[in-house]
C-alpha cells in the first residue's frame, strides 16, 4: 500500500462510541438506549434551522456544548458564526454519520507518527477517547490532554496546538527551515 501522508494529529476525535461517551446529557445506563436516540434525532441529527443571529441562549449553548470554561467569548463566536452559517441539512447528515461511525479497526493501519490531542472539559469527545485511541495506534508519538479545553482546542488553545503540529513536523523531517523530501 502506498503510504500518502507523513504523520497524522488526531484532534478532539473519537472513532467510535461517540453516543455511548458523549457528555452533554450524562444519564443512568438504563436510559442509554433513550439517551442515543436524543442525541442522534434531537441534537445531532436535527435539521431544525438556528437563528440567523446570534442570540444570549444559542451562544450559552454553544459554550457549554464545544467550548472549556477559559473560552473568550470571541472564540465562541467565531464558531457560532460557522454553526449559524452550514446548512441544517448538511449539519444534520454530518451528525447522523458521526453517530454511526465506527473506526476502531482502522486504527492498527494507521502507520505513521501520530499525536493525539484532547480537550480535558470536552463533552462530545472526552479524554476516554483519545486515550483508547492512543492505546491502538503503532506509532503513537505522544497524547496530550489540554487542561480546562473543550471540544475546540484548535480555536481555544491555538498556540499549543500549533506547537504540537511543529513538533509532529519536526520529528519526520519537515521542521522549521527543514525540506520536505
Do not use: C, W
Not at 101 to 110: G, I, K, N, Q, S
Not at 119 to 128: A, Q
Not at 154 to 166: D, F, G, I
Amino acid at each position: 500500500m502506498e503510504q500518502r501522508a507523513g504523520a497524522a494529529a488526531l484532534i478532539n476525535t473519537g472513532v467510535g462510541d461517540l453516543i455511548a461517551e458523549q457528555l452533554l446529557v450524562p444519564v443512568p445506563g438504563i436510559a442509554q438506549a433513550l439517551n442515543h436516540t436524543v442525541a442522534v434525532r434531537g441534537f445531532l441529527g436535527s435539521r431544525a434551522p438556528l437563528p440567523r443571529f446570534s442570540t444570549p441562549l444559542l451562544a450559552a449553548a454553544i459554550r457549554y456544548i464545544a467550548f472549556g470554561p477559559s473560552a473568550t467569548p470571541a472564540q465562541v463566536a467565531f464558531y457560532e458564526r460557522m454553526l449559524i452559517a452550514s446548512p441544517p441539512d448538511a449539519r444534520a447528515d454530518i451528525g447522523i454519520a458521526l453517530s454511526e461511525v465506527e473506526l476502531y479497526d482502522a486504527l492498527p493501519r494507521l502507520t505513521v507518527p501520530t499525536i493525539v490531542i484532547a480537550g480535558e472539559k470536552d463533552r462530545l469527545t472526552p479524554p476516554s477517547h483519545a486515550r483508547r485511541i492512543a492505546e491502538m495506534l503503532p506509532q503513537l508519538e505522544g497524547l496530550t490532554v489540554l487542561p480546562e479545553t473543550g471540544h475546540m482546542a484548535p480555536l481555544e488553545r491555538h498556540q499549543e496546538v500549533t506547537e504540537l503540529l511543529a513538533q509532529l513536523a519536526a520529528t519526520i523531517g519537515h521542521g522549521a527551515g527543514a525540506v520536505p523530501a
